[in-house]
């Protein structure tokens, strides 16, 4: 779709009436409650992204009030266009008919957020980086109503001005940038005001701009907590208490602050069994850490890459406290974070964060610092981070980062950079250009994440949408990519070149469908030695189908399959995965749902670990996944969820390896055993809203995981799985938020 749409959006909107009294956050819009609202009506498709008038009549409402943003819906919907009813939980992924509001507070292209509402009620929240990364890891303080009608349905938020620092006005004016859309749950359609789509490598910055008058309020919030854990295994109990501050004396400044945080197992991260050298990457829902964490945001291209990964506080021991603030002087946004662990392995973590907005760019820079006095270790690193938006087509990011390790007497230090344009065409054209080089010394893992260092990475891509099929069509959009990408490591030695192909296609059924096929070439894995050699590989392949269709009736399916080559016979062994998963709807309120993954690697190799460094075993590897659960809403603050996760794996010997210095293969003599794995993930969760941001948590968690020699087959490993109790514990914890 054309930038020709983007003339509907003028320069800015003014709203410039104060309101004689305040909005009542009910659903139902009355019309003398939005007097000197700005009145918003042209809403357009961006999903499929035509531009086109959306198929229903939406309207919207924009008004400034003293105690928040108001934002008002009202969603002509007709009998013969099916309305979902389901009840949702918090940050919900489901297909539903729902509303999205976003902000960007200071108007910048930096950072968003998020607040949606769906038809039932039911409420999701994130925060927007990098233009168009979402995470919902963030919970917010704001308030919503639902009605609903014969003819429609209606929505009405209010976002108070506490919910994000933001700098100071001009003349008592405010101007922030908005998006506004309204998505049919049983089409998949999205239309909006403006025409802008995070499918775009640029969103955040084409959000309209709103004037409104400038209104700031002060908060401050205190949430104590206090838990109690029974450990079922070991007979042991535990009592913890803490509090989290949160104060706003005004608008351009904001602080939190820990002391003795007990984050507990309220949530359940998803069972990884990994014997990769690269890490796993875990998002983090602890609140602290999400809280206003939109400033610290510097990442890279590279999978999950960040300079500041908070998933490491608190990884060496108990957190004794914590404290950030932000805010801005000028057109200058900062952030600072320190936090503290305690015990002989704790170690303590700062962050400075600087960013500054111009008119078509943004610079910012972040020093990051640990002091793990354990290991007699300092870790320093620098983040220099721009982004440049030359013309409406363009956007391009830039990223510098260095780092300097003081470690028993020595002291290493190196840089990464990266780079990457995005262009947007005609006709839905767009092209995308990457390159990466970390250097084989840089190291930014004390602090932050990065995957792996020793990279020298190129890619083209090229892609083209397609939104003018016909009505008859199975398909409402369709997107093509095609990628072309070399990777060196820091020494030299060929990684390996890829050709990548895909195709994402939105149904009319409101599903998604995604196909895709990459080519590589033979190149060189210079981490399964783990630094003790290289290994050479052929080439390899895989090719991926996946579908996923919204509710309809009682079920909701996705399912997908995968075939792929790899390990040193390349082409000559093919493996295989295929899932299939569902939900099934008991009702509108209560809903189960199940997934079951199978793999086959007929040629895995497992590096045997640091007594025979070079030594990798082959093995004919089988997995087995299944994931249950059960998910009830009970009413608007009591929700009951369950969580099952099993994996099962067995995996027989059928070859040892070496390599020479050059990475050829060397058949081995050593003898390498069958092996299988068992994993257990089992929650039940039951959740009760006090008031706004403040729980009752009763949890019951039971899980493990061993590892042992022999030869069982996967499908008893899977079995055997469902009895393992190396933990099993009860928790109950109970916080309150005091706004003072």
Known sequence: MGRRFIRFVPAAFAVVCAPAFAVEIDGRIDADEWTGAQHIVDFRKVQPLTGE???????????????????????VQPPEVTRSRQKVQRDFEEQVDRVNVFIDFDGD??????????????????????????????????????????????????????????????????????????????????????????????FLSDFAPITVPEYSQSLLAVTPYVSGLYDNVRKGRDFNAGVDVFWKPSSRFQLAATVHPDFGQVESDDLVVNFSAIETFISDKRPFFTENQGIFELTTPSDFSQQLYTRRVGSTGDIQAAVKFNGSLGRANYGVFAAEEDGPTGRAYQALRLVRDFESQNLGAMLTRVDDPFRAREATVLGVDHNWRPTERWNVRTRLLGSRIEQAGDTEQDVGATLWADYEMDDGWRQQWIAMHFGDALEINDFGYLSRNSTNYLHWEVRKRFTDLPETARNA????????????????????????????????????????????????????????????????????????????????????????????????????????????????????????????????????????????????????????????????????????????????????????????????????????????????????????????????????????????????ALYDSLSLRDDEQLMVKLSYRFEL
């Open 109 to 202: 292209g930096r950072t968003g957020y998020a607040f949606t509402v769906s038809a039932s009620g039911g409420i999701a929240d994130e925060i927007i980086t990098n233009q168009n990364d979402f995470n919902s890891d963030w919970d917010g303080q704001w308030r919503h109503a639902v009605a609903e009608d014969d003819d429609g349905w209606s929505v009405e938020l209010l976002i108070p001005w506490h919910t994000a620092p933001m700098r100071d006005g001009v003349d008592g004016q405010r101007t922030l940038k908005v998006f506004l859309a309204r998505v049919i749950g049983s089409t998949g359609e999205r239309m909006a005001w403006p025409v802008a789509s995070f499918e775009r490598p640029r």
């Open 477 to 716: 959009s369709i997107d093509w990519r095609w990628r072309v990408s070399t990777n060196h490591n820091d020494r030299g030695d060929k990684l390996g070149d890829q050709f990548r192909m895909s195709r994402q296609s939105q149904l009319r059924n409101g599903g998604t469908g995604e196909a895709q096929l990459e080519l590589d070439s033979a190149g060189v894995n210079d981490l399964l030695l783990r630094g003790n050699g290289l290994v050479k590989l052929p080439e390899n392949f895989s090719a991926t189908y996946e579908y996923e269709r919204p509710r309809e009736g009682n079920w909701a399916p996705e399912y997908g399959v995968e075939v792929f080559s790899g390990g040193l016979a390349g082409n000559d062994e093919i493996g295989y995965a295929g899932w299939l998963g569902g939900t099934y709807f008991v009702s509108d309120a209560f809903r189960l749902n199940a997934e079951l993954v199978a793999i086959r690697r007929p040629d895995w190799l497992i590096w045997q670990g640091p007594v025979e460094p070079g030594l990798v075993g082959a093995f004919d590897g089988r997995e087995t996944r299944l994931s249950a659960g059960m998910d009830w809403t009970v009413d608007a603050r009591q929700e009951l969820r369950v969580k099952l996760q099993a994996i099962g794996i067995g995996a027989r010997a059928t070859g040892a390896w070496r390599f020479d210095p050059a990475g050829n293969a060397i058949a081995g003599t050593d003898a390498i055993d069958d092996f299988n794995v068992r994993n257990l993930g089992f929650q039940v969760r039951y959740r009760y809203e006090l008031a706004p941001l403040s729980y009752l948590y009763v949890v019951y968690a039971r899980g493990g995981f061993a590892r042992q020699s022999g030869s069982d087959g996967v499908d008893d």
């Open 53 to 75: 008038p959306g198929s229903l009549p939406t309207e919207a409402w924009v008004l400034a009030t003293p105690d928040g943003l108001a934002v008002a819906f009202r969603n």
